[in-house]
């Protein structure tokens, strides 16, 4: 279970608190600029914060920063690349390949510099990235946005195959009303700097 108490930083007008169990998915909705992915940077201990984080009973702060990374995996908007290509972002592509021909992309993506996918190829790669190290956690920020709806269905249904079948737990940033509905059971809206439940009292 991640729980998260009075979490604050630098972007965000309030302090955020919330529990989420393995298997479930918290959507997260919100104007552009309201501290969506910023809320997430901040899970993810990517930015400067204050409060209570854990997972399963174990204290952020208590532990090395590389072990919260094992236990959380973090989908930018914009991923990164830093090498020059693909294949150099995965630790066993071959191990990859259902995933690699599910989403639609050719096998020998790997050998592509990184200069050659198209913006939907680079979030269907950024997301299989995301994967790969099988995290406890997954911070989504609008992994779909830039893809068609096939992908996108197909993106949904690996995630929810993942919460299902290893317990993965999800938080699912999306402009998207209709996807969060059919993605989570639950959504956190963020405006301002400030974040609630939708329907919580």
């Not at 969506?36 to 400067?48: F, N, V, Y």
């Not at 914009?78 to 259902?98: I, K, S, T």
């Not at 190829?121 to 992994?143: G, N, Q, V």
Request: glycine letters at 8%; one cysteine or more; hydrophobic letters at 45%.
């Amino acid at each position: 279970m991640l729980d998260i108490r009075d979490l604050r930083r630098q972007g965000l007008a309030a302090a955020v608190s919330f529990k989420l169990q393995a298997g479930e998915c918290l959507g997260v909705r919100g104007p552009s600029g309201a501290g969506k992915s910023l809320l997430l940077r901040a899970i993810a201990d990517l930015d400067p914060s204050d409060g209570h984080v854990s997972w399963q009973g174990q204290e952020r702060g208590q532990m090395p920063a590389p072990d919260w990374r094992k236990i959380v995996g973090y989908l930018p908007a914009e991923p990164g690349w830093w090498a020059d290509r693909v294949g150099d972002h995965f630790q066993n592509w071959a191990v990859l390949l259902p995933l690699v021909t599910r989403l639609g992309l050719p096998a020998d993506a790997e050998h592509w510099p990184v200069t050659r996918p198209s913006t939907g190829e680079r979030m269907r790669l950024a997301f299989l990235r995301a994967l790969e190290r099988a995290p406890k956690l997954l911070l989504l920020d609008e992994p779909t946005a830039a893809l068609d709806a096939k992908s996108v269905a197909i993106v949904e249904e690996i995630v929810a195959e993942r919460r299902r079948d290893q317990g993965l737990a999800v938080i699912w940033v999306s402009h998207d009303p209709e996807q969060s509905r059919r993605v989570s059971s639950r959504v956190l809206q963020v405006e301002q700097g400030r974040a609630w439940e939708e329907g919580a009292v």
